[in-house]
């Protein structure tokens, strides 16, 4: 049989007397009452012998579960008339938040299997409603949140991932020192970005510099909120757009090509993208074959493999230099997809020469994206936006864990 001396190392139950225990239908129940000496005036304080009892109520808690056997504390309290301040209230219970149904230590239990756990498995294992057991996670979540600092912030990298189908993105805002997301909020555009810069200033954050795509989007909202402030734009982009350009190049010669000439262009796409340090050796015959086959599709992949040398280079100067010298090639090159990205990167080149006085990239928010990915997989999806958010801003403190 319990006694107070269980449920108080068990439980965390103090300042209670065990009443009986009661075991029916495969659970539980504790019945216990305050101690007298305990009792305290929910509003002003006053002392046990300030106070009379003037009338009962009984409370039934979750407890935590004993095995797969579910645990309940039955409270028998009291209303208590305060002789000080002539209120009439019920005892404050303090191993209870507010109206809900369950312990506290029972929801410490639940957050820490949440950790490593999906929440349908832990509401399985306490045989909780699922609802319950994500609102205790989510109230956890909240808490943790809210006491973020983002006074300490120097470094950020901003993108977007698709939500779902559609065309639904949601910008995703990255510590790159920590690897914390700080923000996330649905859409694409500047003012889903703007609310967040306004409150990183409000905190005085020594902001050093900010690493994005060339979306307009979000270089219009930095300059907006920082109008001074460094933005570095990820070399991972650029070199997307360099292989789009050369992946529309190849389209466009083989659909105008007939013949052998055709035959040689045929297959030759991810030859192309590849990068030219990571090409076998029957492949670099093959790349030669190209070249004496079709002049433009060469010209094409060596500008290509230039650009990506952009970023070796030791200092802003040499780097500059490689890339005046870069887009003047690529003007006079005949090819007018680089023709265009030419002109792009022309007119972002302050931000990709930044990345020589802040070298930060948003390589680790990419990485980021999946693991968001593997959490909606998991997850089946989330109804609950807010909820998937909070989930967001401590995904790099999860551990992946598989059975076994």
């Known amino acids: 049989m319990a006694t107070t001396s269980f449920l108080y190392h068990t439980l965390g139950l103090r300042g209670y007397r065990h009443l009986r225990t009661d075991y029916r239908h495969a659970e539980v129940a504790h019945h216990i009452e305050l101690q007298d000496h305990k009792r305290r005036c929910r509003d002003c304080g006053a002392r046990w012998h300030e106070l009379t009892l003037a009338g009962t109520f009984q409370r039934w808690v979750r407890a935590l579960p004993v095995g797969r056997r579910v645990q309940w504390v039955v409270l028998h309290g009291h209303e208590q008339c305060c002789g000080r301040c002539g ?6 219970i303090a191993f209870v938040e507010g109206k809900r149904r369950c312990m506290r230590v029972l929801e410490t239990y639940v957050i820490e299997l949440c950790q490593f756990a999906t929440i349908k498995h832990v509401a399985c294992l306490v045989a909780m409603g699922w609802d319950t057991v994500k609102d205790i996670y989510k109230g956890h979540l909240k808490r943790k949140v809210a006491k973020r600092r983002l006074s300490g912030v120097h470094y950020i990298a901003v993108d977007e991932f698709a939500i779902r189908k559609g065309h639904n993105y949601m910008t995703v805002v990255m510590d790159l020192e920590s690897g914390a997301i700080l923000y996330a909020q649905e859409g694409r555009d500047a003012q889903a970005l703007v609310p967040f810069l306004k409150r990183l200033k409000r905190s005085r954050a020594k902001l050093k510099a900010v690493a994005i795509d060339m979306s307009q989007a979000y270089l219009n909202a930095v300059q907006e909120v920082f109008p001074k402030l460094a933005i570095v734009h990820d070399g991972y982009h650029v070199v997307a757009l360099a292989n789009k350009a050369i992946d529309d190049t190849r389209r466009d010669l083989y659909r105008d090509l007939k013949g052998e000439e055709r035959k040689v262009i045929k297959g030759t796409r991810f030859l192309l993208l590849r990068g030219g340090e990571r090409l076998r ?23 290509k493999e230039e650009l ?13 230099l490689v890339l005046d010298n870069w887009l003047e090639e690529a003007r006079v090159s ?6 265009k990205l030419a002109e792009t990167i022309d007119k972002n080149r302050r931000g990709l020469l930044s990345y020589f006085q802040h070298r930060i990239s948003t390589g680790p ?34 551990t992946p864990a598989f059975p076994g």
Not at 283 to 302: C, G, V
Not at 308 to 320: C, P, V
Not at 334 to 339: D, P, Q, R
Request: overall charge positive; proline content about 2%.
């Open 87 to 92: 209120k009439t209230l019920r005892e404050p």
């Open 281 to 303: 050796k029957e492949a670099k015959q093959r790349l030669d074959a190209l070249m004496a086959a079709n002049e433009p599709l060469y010209t094409a992949y060596l500008l």
């Open 334 to 339: 005949g090819l007018k997809y680089f023709e």
């Open 365 to 398: 928010l990419e990485g980021m994206n999946n693991k968001i990915k593997v959490l909606k997989r998991q997850a089946y999806g989330f109804r609950d936006n807010a909820y998937f958010k909070l989930r967001l801003y401590f995904l790099h403190e999860a």
């Open 308 to 320: 990506r040398m952009f970023w070796a280079m030791g200092d802003e100067e040499t780097a500059e």
